[in-house]
């Protein structure tokens, strides 16, 4: 999905220069008119886990939000780990800090 000012990618492998394992997040969202991205991806562990799991997000893409900097020329790109519990509670997330 896209327009002039955002480009929205979900269910996508994103090619990069060098091998990176974890490069398909659930959703980036790519502001096109700031240069700024946003890689999110989405957990529902089992357990009570929401920190370490959040935790666990950020570095798993860590090498790929190193990549879209370099190939996509982003000024900013924030991976922002959305995790919900079973029962929906969530931790507070803002999108655009970071």
Not at 42 to 68: S, T
Not at 85 to 98: E, K, N, P
Request: proline letters at 3%; aromatic letters at 6%.
């Amino acid at each position: 999905m896209e327009n002039d000012s955002v480009k929205i990618l979900w269910n996508f492998m994103i090619q990069c220069d060098n091998y990176i394992e974890h490069r398909k997040p659930d959703i980036v969202v790519i502001d096109k008119i700031e240069k700024k991205c946003l890689i999110i991806d989405v957990a529902i562990p089992g357990d009570n886990r929401i920190m370490k799991k959040e935790e666990e997000k950020v570095e798993k893409y860590k090498e790929l939000r190193q990549e879209i900097i370099k190939l996509w020329k982003m000024k900013k790109v924030v991976v922002v780990p959305i995790v919900i519990r079973a029962l929906g509670a969530v931790t507070s997330i803002d999108l655009m800090s970071g």
